[in-house]
């Protein structure tokens, strides 16, 4: 008999068993996917107890996999002393971003369980916003002044290479009086003589950002330049951090996934079935609610022309056609306008342009579609009048679906709204009111005409 | 008087001024997204002059910011000399890349053109399924035999810096016989005597890849893995190449792209609108061909209950409200799935969990939905039998529609259909139905009632 078993099973015997070194082994042996899923399916008191069995260096290690809402729950609620023994094992950002993320009591009751130097440099970390280069940067980094030789160097790396295991040693820095001169590579290093100054094998030229540059800006320059890292300068050249290329292909990737979610009506860009259920119900409610006052805004347009719609019963069965695929044209058009926004095809001004490439699709698009409901109508009721009207309404509700479309989403943006949440709704009410004003005209001429 | 000026009418001005050097300098200083939108906005005249106005190293670094699509339909138009002079400028895997997608004839013209055994790499490349290791790995690397010393390393370092100026130096490798022995940091060699043989510092226990490896475990290697790169094995244990951490990211988040755009129904994920427009609405109308066909479908409930609707003609307005509603609901449901499905934190056979966990939310947001509908209704109409009626139905339809949106992606994963597309118009056309019926029935019930 084939018994899958799952990796929260395991878990939850390892945790009652209280087999610590047991449990290491096996979260050591677990992907990313696997750690996050079994973490998802164990309870508050099970997860209390895990955190508990591991080392603090597990644990912080453990919490980078799983999903960032439930680091921060595992966190508070633990006790002080053991919150600040995992957060003492994380890297710099991260220590930060944690300890903001709190509660200002219950962050303030860890730091005081933490070393003091590590605390002063958390203090000035949470200072910057978290989308800037000071709030995204790492303080782990070597610098040295550049008087100092190559044989320094390598002689600090080789008697403190314990202290130095968890810094990226790709490069180093050099500063003079504290402030930055340039970077050194180890390559450059390695092919230097030992007596060498680092000030004449210093690469002063390097690029560097502000710690006050924005999260877009950084996208950018990864963009640009093929780097590992960058150093982060203050207001007085001071060196402050490094931010890493990972780190914001990281950040880049969560803001893509935030944009998909809002697209789908996720507000806030992030839900996981974990949360609790009032507070799922509500954001989900928040954008629904939004959304069936502008559907019944839509829908009044059908109860003006009641008298035409009880004469043509039959149109009654294509509404919710010509509005649903209406929809659908006019989604596709928001999805290709988003995505040419965010690679930089296209700017926000460019509204006609978007336009004029969207209609030539709509035209095309609009013909067949209408042919199709079209020539449903008229075999279904015999009457080919029935067939035009729908299949008109349709072909045109779908030109003026891709146009808007198309060039929502750039009007929000020109206007710095978000442009994820809100397109679909505004173009969906518009396209809806267009779609059954259309074809209750039409009818109503058709009526006209056969008397 | 306020002139924006576009980076594409200074280039425009810059190709036909035939201003080589100008053109460098500007698009040196251009971000990737503005030298993505410069180029979409020339036409293809004036690409081909911008290709050969620039240096191949230039066009080589150009095409790396535009999309992909773009750059390889510029590489077509050139004759095999000049494509095989930009192509010699790439990265090996990108070289493999674009090659293995152009025609073969011109591939193969290209590559004549080309260095023999810069050649004999790009076949033994193009070989790989692009999606594994093989196919995302880069060819540039140093390694070494283990016999050697630190010394004869610095001293190839030295003497070959131009040569080896494009390759990573985070790492070297060991090889023995042509077999992979292990891992070399530039910090180890650095801290070594010069009369050291790599044998005795390499690093033995390295993680290693084999090339068959798919993107899946490869973005979960680097999730468990903090590396820059990862060496890639062979089946014979040889040293055939590197995969970086930045690729597959990068791989990663054309992954996400990709499915967004599905969920929006681009079919093949990827549309930009200078793709010729009969490719645009074909691909388009691939996918809303289908919809439409289900959404027919799903409105025939609405004809077979065609009585019922001309008694209470003013359900007629509510039908595309419940409709697009249950929708709306559903598709919050189907992207917080597709989310958690790709975190790990639900596996595809967990449906009843999911089902639990939406119909929770269902219930409370169903309630509310209904209640405002139900509302508005009573309130148009003057009878609270239309509001029991249509609330009653969207109140029941939502529940349906989170149930049916939480559970289809994990049904269509565990069929291994790609969820992202499918997803949706399935769900649509089940509530639509459901919605349909229930509001329908619900009338006739009510009819019966008042008589």
Redesign the interface.
Known sequence: MHV?I?PWEILKKLIALEDAAEIKLYLHEL???????AI?HIDNDEKAKLVTLLQPEDAAEMME?I?WVQAVKMLEDLNAKEAAAIIAEMRSDDQADYLAEMDQTDAEAIMIEMEVDEVENIRKLIQYDSDTAGGLMITEFLSFDEDNTVDFV?NE??HY?DKYEQYS??YLYVTSDGKFVGVL???D???SKATTRLSEVVLRDALIVKDSESVTELI?FF??HDF?GVPVLNNTEELVGVVL??DI??T??EI??I???E????VGG?????MP??L??RR??S???V??LL??M???I??IY?ET??AV??L??????I???S???G??A???SL??LS?????P?EMLR?WI??V??GI??GI??GT??GA?AWL?QGNIYLGLVVGGALAINTVIAVSLGGTIPLFLKKMNVDPALASGPIL?TVT?MFG?FLALTFAGMMLKQTG
Chains 1, 2 share one sequence.
């Open positions: 899958q799952r992907t990313s996917e696997n750690i996050a899923g998802s996999d999903p390598v790396l080789r290479s040693l790709q590579q180890m390559k290093l390695l092919l950018s963009d640009k590992y290329r990972k292909r990281e880049e990737a893509a996934n944009e998909h979610l697209t789908q009506g996720i992030e839900e996981l079935r974990t259920i009032l799922r119900a989900r409610l954008w629904l609610s959304n069936i559907n019944m839509a829908a009044s059908i109860a009641q719609l009880t019963i039959a009654a069965v294509f509404l919710p056609i509005s649903d695929m929809g659908c044209s989604n596709q928001v999805a290709v995505r040419e690679l930089g095809v296209i700017r001004f978007v490439q969207e030539s699709v095309i698009n067949v579609l199709l409901i449903g279904w969906t809806d059954f």
